[in-house]
């Protein structure tokens, strides 16, 4: 499975940014999606997740401000950021759960500035 993430840019705090994921490669029986982000001198932790029947997570620090939503037809992975704040600044990675085995894309960067 390989993730090709997109649309990390430069956004000022209270804007808006999407990003995409798009699987290719051995799709068939990926479940799990979702997005991480790691800032610098912290650890990875998660952001949203959504299964294939659209059933979604969210880290507390991100609901109300995030969707994450999902194309199945497409194989995508989308996470609407809404209401951006400095501290969501960080680099996010999408992963996918293709029976139990868990896939990374390469991090695609989100600077937010006050």
């Known amino acids: 499975v390989q993730l090709q993430a997109s649309g990390g840019g430069l956004v000022q705090a209270g804007g808006s940014l999407r990003l995409s994921c798009a699987a290719s490669g051995s799709i068939f029986g990926i479940n799990l999606m979702g997005w991480y982000r790691q800032a610098p001198g912290k650890e990875r932790e998660l952001v949203a997740t959504t299964t294939n029947g659209g059933s979604a997570k969210y880290a507390d620090s991100v609901k109300g401000r995030f969707t994450v939503s999902r194309d199945n037809a497409k194989n995508t992975v989308y996470l609407q950021m809404n209401s951006l704040k400095p501290e969501d600044t960080a680099f996010y990675y999408c992963?996918?759960?293709?029976?139990?085995?868990?896939?990374w894309g390469k991090g695609t960067l989100v600077t937010v500035s006050s």
């Open positions: 992963n996918a759960d293709r029976f139990g085995s868990i896939y």
